[in-house]
């Protein structure tokens, strides 16, 4: 299990940017799949950023080009850069640590969720 702290969100203008943090304790980050997602009022929750073990990223069509994700591993943070946001953007968003056993995605810890508010 990890224990996951998010920081970062707020209030942002369209065309504005962002980031937010997720710290981890209790284990290496570099040991998971870290995975940012979101949830919209009135919308389903989507996958947004992923950074595998090996560092690879992966992006849903919604963000790619204008989210970032990465992480530090000295200091056991996830970011996710967020330039150029929508009023679409409007979401909580969570960070979760997860690893793949078969082929099944086992979460591992979850963040508390950060309000994410882009006016237009």
């Known amino acids: 299990q990890v224990d996951l702290v998010q920081s970062g969100g707020g209030l942002v203008q369209a065309g504005g940017s962002l980031t937010l943090s997720c710290a981890a304790s209790?284990?290496?980050?570099?040991?998971?799949?870290m995975n940012w997602d979101r949830q919209a009022p009135e919308k389903q929750r989507e996958l947004i950023a992923t950074?595998?073990?090996?560092?690879?990223?992966k992006y849903a069509d919604s963000v790619k080009g204008r989210f970032t994700i990465s992480r530090d591993n000295a200091k056991n943070t996830v970011y996710l850069q967020m330039n150029s946001l929508k009023p679409d953007d409007t979401a909580i968003y969570f960070c979760n640590a997860a690893v793949l056993i078969g082929s099944n995605v086992v979460v591992r810890g979850w963040g508390q969720g950060t309000q994410v508010s882009v006016s237009s």
């Open positions: 950074i595998t073990p090996d560092g690879s990223t």
């Open positions: 209790g284990s290496s980050i570099s040991n998971y799949h």
